[in-house]
């Protein structure tokens, strides 16, 4: 069971070693980096390389680390008992499993994905830093104990909205992706068209990696913004000529709400490119 990226995904040594290295050490794999570097689609790719299910749990603001256990429908069991319901007997049919149970009990190993680990409260990961670790739980209402049939291949991934704990850190294997060099950055191009022209190319990512380092960005766009971009660029048929301005400070880049998502940035540009005229007047 071993990853060497897919022909959908463009995968670095280094992550690949990383994928790798959390399958062999039977540890969850953090992935940290840039939003929009792919972090979330890896679990997926890793998924269909390996031939395995992919179990997906998005974490959100209000998640609770007991909800990817389970949860105990108290209410459905109340309003049953009162209709009378002879189910209300057999407490196990309100009890809904969550996304680790259902890998715990699947019947090969599967990838588990925890998206956004750090969109949670603080305590959601050391909550669920022994069910990672001895990969069992124990359900209070009904009294069984939940051991993971084999190990599932973890992937968590993390936008650096705060820190993670160290315990937590600990038990996991760590990569940070980083952010596709030109070169990556073509053959990722290549993979989502591959019949692209080489200069359209060459010239939207000289403007895409000159617009990443403009002072002041408070977004900087990431891959997926520069494909959404490449897509408007041939769908409109934009002249090359128009992305040839030598520097993106001169002019705002065209279709560039594909790749400015805040108004700050824009009025940045607007202002730039004021300036700039001025100074050739």
């Known amino acids: 069971m071993r990853f060497e990226g897919t022909s959908s995904y463009v995968a670095t040594d280094d992550l690949k070693v990383a994928v790798n290295a959390a399958i062999v050490l039977e540890r969850p794999l953090l992935v940290k980096g840039e939003p929009g570097t792919g972090k979330t689609v890896l679990a997926q790719e890793v998924a269909d390389a390996i031939g395995a299910r992919l179990i ?77 670790d001895r ?36 038990r996991c294997f760590f990569h940070y992706i980083r952010f596709p060099d030109t070169e990556t950055m073509r053959a990722i191009v290549d993979v989502h068209f591959p019949g692209i022209k080489p200069r359209l190319v060459s010239e939207a990512l000289r ?32 002249d090359l000529d128009t992305l040839r301005e030598k520097d993106v400070r001169k002019a705002i880049p065209p279709l560039h709400g594909a790749l400015l998502k805040n108004e700050q940035d824009v009025h940045l540009f607007e202002r730039l490119a004021f300036m700039a005229r001025r100074d050739m007047r």
């Open 207 to 238: 403007m895409f990696y000159e617009l990443r380092e403009v002072p002041g960005l408070k977004k900087k766009p990431s891959t997926s913004e520069l494909i959404d971009w490449l897509k408007l660029l041939m769908a409109e048929d934009v």
């Open 135 to 170: 990969m069992e739980f124990h359900v209070y209402e009904t009294g069984e104990q939940i051991k993971a049939r084999q190990r599932p291949v973890v992937i968590i991934t993390s936008n650096n909205e705060k820190e993670l704990p160290d315990a937590f850190l600990r």
């Open 56 to 132: 997906e749990w998005h974490v959100k603001s209000t998640t609770r680390a007991q909800q990817g256990l389970y949860e105990y429908d108290a209410v459905a069991r109340l309003r049953d008992s009162q209709l009378g319901d002879p189910k209300v007997h057999d407490i196990a049919n309100y009890i809904r499993r969550g996304k680790l149970w259902t890998a715990f009990v699947a019947e090969e190993r599967p990838v588990l994905l925890i998206d956004e680990i750090d969109k949670a409260d603080i305590e959601f990961p050391n909550d669920l830093l022994q069910e990672l």
